[in-house]
């Protein structure tokens, strides 16, 4: 998937590679709005979605794993259902978490200059 970036100034949506570059050695001045020129800083992830994305690897993961081998013996059908029960919540609260703080997130911040 591309990522595309919108520019904050002139509304102009552009890639990394459509991304204007005034000079690719300081990083202020590598990644601008090819409309404007507006040179931009890439942000990582907020702090709170890595934050959510290991607990719910964690929630998810490390019970599976743990139960991986009952589930090829003779683990009881509740156990089964229940996890499957903790999967599905997990995904589902993780889905709407990520849409409501993506939505919002923008992945680059003007470079004050
Ligand atoms: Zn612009």
Same mark, same amino acid.
């Given at each position: 998937? =591309?990522?595309?970036? @919108?520019?904050?100034?002139?509304? *102009? +949506?552009? *890639?990394?590679?459509? /991304?204007?570059?005034?000079?690719?050695?300081?990083?202020?001045? @590598? #990644? !601008?709005?090819?409309?404007?020129? $507006? &040179? #931009?800083? @890439?942000?990582?992830?907020?702090?709170?979605?890595?934050? /959510?994305?290991?607990?719910?690897? #964690?929630? =998810?993961?490390?019970?599976? =794993?743990?139960? !991986?081998?009952?589930?090829? !013996? +003779?683990?009881? %059908? *509740? $156990?089964?259902? %229940?996890? !499957? &029960?903790?999967?599905?919540?997990?995904? /589902?609260? #993780?889905? %709407?978490?990520?849409?409501?703080? %993506?939505? @919002?997130?923008?992945?680059? +911040?003007? =470079?004050?200059?």
């Amino acid at each position: 998937m =591309v990522t595309k970036y @919108k520019c904050s100034e002139c509304h *102009t +949506e552009f *890639t990394d590679h459509e /991304a204007y570059c005034e000079n690719w050695r300081e990083p202020d001045k @590598k #990644f !601008g709005c090819p409309g404007c020129k $507006t &040179m #931009f800083r @890439k942000k990582d992830f907020p702090l709170s979605y890595k934050w /959510a994305s290991t607990i719910y690897l #964690f929630g =998810v993961v490390s019970p599976s =794993v743990s139960l !991986g081998p009952d589930i090829a !013996g +003779e683990s009881s %059908l *509740t $156990t089964l259902v %229940l996890l !499957g &029960m903790q999967i599905l919540s997990s995904t /589902a609260i #993780f889905a %709407l978490y990520s849409k409501a703080v %993506l939505s @919002k997130y923008s992945p680059i +911040e003007r =470079v004050s200059s």
